[in-house]
T-cell receptor, first 111, second 116 residues
């Protein structure tokens, strides 16, 4: 699996959009970008994933650059409950492949 | 709620002992994955089963073993426990291999193992 690079920590004010960047410059054509988060020792929670088009669901939006070498996870209106470690992972899409977690970004939402 | 159930939530045991952690996957999911998270190691992949068969192996110690039963639940067995085995153990599940292109993993809330 391709490796990803994320900033170790970020802060965001409550109510503002949180934009979390991820670099994956060695991503292959058949690899998807996945985002998970882990809130204080709970199980990792799936957020969103995409291949090359931008994606949006009820939790977040995922913006993938045209060359697919980087992406941004956007939480449109961050709340205190969004404080967590966010993991960007690239994974081969076909078949039930494991996820390989890096260190992630520790996002702190401030009141 | 992810739909993945892990029991027990907490387990305290002594060094040298053996424990069994249990995982029930989401309804319909055939793949089960086990992960270990200790304070200094992050989330480490241990092993994956698909429909009862071992599919992938990570850095799982020889003292650890797992299996997936016909009803698709899985058990992780940890033996000759050491202090360093204290960690959170997570189970995840995903849909079948076929027709599940890019199916995400869904995680349970883990078992916290403390070895004293």
């Amino acid at each position: 699996d391709a490796k990803t690079t994320q900033p170790p920590s970020m802060d965001c004010a409550e109510g503002r959009a949180a934009n979390l960047p991820c670099n994956h410059s060695t991503i292959s054509g058949n690899e998807y970008v996945y985002w998970y988060r882990q809130i204080h020792s709970q199980g990792p929670q799936y957020i969103i994933h995409g291949l090359k088009n931008n994606e949006t669901n009820e939790m977040a939006s995922l913006i993938i650059t045209e060359d697919r070498k980087s992406s941004t996870l956007i939480l449109p209106h961050a709340t205190l409950r969004d404080t967590a470690v966010y993991y960007c992972i690239v994974r081969v899409g076909q078949g039930a492949q494991k996820l390989v977690f890096g260190q992630g970004t520790r996002l702190t939402i401030n009141p | 709620d992810s739909g993945v159930t892990q029991t027990p939530k907490h387990l305290i045991t002594a060094t040298g002992q053996r424990v069994t952690l249990r995982c029930s996957p989401r309804s319909g999911d055939l793949s089960v994955y086990w992960y270990q998270q200790s304070l200094d190691q992050g989330l480490q992949f241990l092993i994956q089963y698909y429909n009862g068969e071992e599919r992938a192996k990570g850095n799982i110690l020889e003292r650890f073993s797992a299996q997936q039963f016909p009803d698709l639940h899985s058990e992780l067995n940890l033996s000759s426990l050491e202090l360093g085995d204290s960690a959170l153990y997570f189970c995840a599940s995903s849909a079948s291999l076929m027709g599940s292109y890019n199916s995400p993993l869904h995680f349970g809330n883990g078992t916290r193992l403390t070895v004293t």
